[in-house]
């Protein structure tokens, strides 16, 4: 499923408007929730009529069959009682808003906007409406979750993670990645070679020389400028992309080289460097991309 395009990528005009649109959707999807479910609820109660004994609506003000009055007074009770149960959704909405608001405020006020929405979904439930209190008291429980949850340092979910965290966690997943060349390469080579090439002995060559530069070009090392972590990501992240094909894993690693530099030398927010970190934990080019755009 594609993604949608991030808030901080658009023009202020545009995030405005689309900030709007989001807003104005989530609202009448909850608004149609609830309906719908205070509609499913209702049951349509019988009993029997005291002059026929024949079934009739509790809501009839008179048996359809004998005409004997039902409730003298019920229609007039049930005007009063439907006008004073009339209730506004405003404490629901209001909460509805500060929810959809802590996706796109600066983080650190986020858990601000979940409390404000807490405390109205709380109001929106005890003035009657639990249908729709209580979807804003879940959306707003599941955020706090995701709060909660990245000021642990487990979740990058509100654009908040260290980059080097997220660095030193990925490297655990390739440490059992062995940084150097399989001392197999050579059979290696003359095998994808002539597979490539079994019937053009030119170019089986040729493949064979450019597999030779990049098994010489990854024998160098990590090059001094390149974190260890960095490195064991680098190196176990293109040993998995190209696992039979030197001159392509070298190749990987250069372009990843090169996104690393060029992130120690970027300067962006620690909210946008975060995001992008967390997006791409394995990925210095896209994540070079990603702070860029």
């Given amino acids: ?18 900030v709007f649109i989001r807003t104005t959707l989530i609202v009448r999807i909850a608004l149609k ?24 609506s509790t809501e009839a003000a008179a048996c359809p069959s004998c005409g004997c009055p039902l409730h003298p007074r019920s229609v ?10 009339r209730k506004s959704h405003m ?5 509805l808003i500060a929810f959809v608001m802590s996706n796109f405020i600066p983080a650190i006020l986020a858990p601000l906007f979940v409390l404000v929405g807490f405390v109205f979904a709380v109001f929106e ?10 979807i804003v ?13 990245h000021f642990y340092g487990v979740s990058g979910s509100l654009g908040l993670t260290n980059p080097k965290k997220v660095d030193e966690l990925t490297a655990k997943r390739y440490a059992t990645t062995s940084l150097l060349i399989r001392s197999e390469a050579n059979q290696i080579i003359e095998e994808e070679c002539a597979r490539k090439w079994p019937n053009d002995f030119s170019m089986r060559r040729y493949c064979q020389d450019q597999q030779n530069k990049g098994v010489a070009a990854l024998s160098h090392g990590r090059p001094v400028s390149i974190s260890e972590d960095a490195f064991t990501i680098i190196r176990g992240k293109c040993a998995q992309d190209w696992p039979r094909d030197f001159e392509m894993r070298a190749y990987c690693e250069g372009k990843q080289y090169s996104g690393y530099s060029a992130l120690q030398g970027n300067t962006p927010d620690e909210g ?10 394995d990925d ?5 991309y990603c702070e860029k755009h």
């Fill in 1 to 18: 499923m594609p993604c949608a395009r991030p808030i901080s990528t658009l023009s202020p005009l545009a995030a405005v408007d689309t």
């Fill in 33 to 56: 929730t609830s309906y719908l479910l205070d509609r499913a609820g209702r049951v349509m109660a019988l009993e029997l009529c005291r002059e026929c004994g024949k079934p009739i």
């Fill in 76 to 85: 007039l009770t049930d005007s009063i009682k439907a006008t004073t149960q």
């Fill in 91 to 95: 404490y629901g909405v209001i909460a």
């Fill in 125 to 134: 439930f005890n003035q009657g409406n639990k249908s729709f209190g209580g």
């Fill in 137 to 149: 008291l879940a959306l707003c429980a599941l955020q706090a979750y995701f709060i909660a949850d």
């Fill in 272 to 281: 946008q460097s975060g995001s992008c970190a967390q997006r791409w934990p």
């Fill in 284 to 288: 210095y080019e896209m994540r070079q």
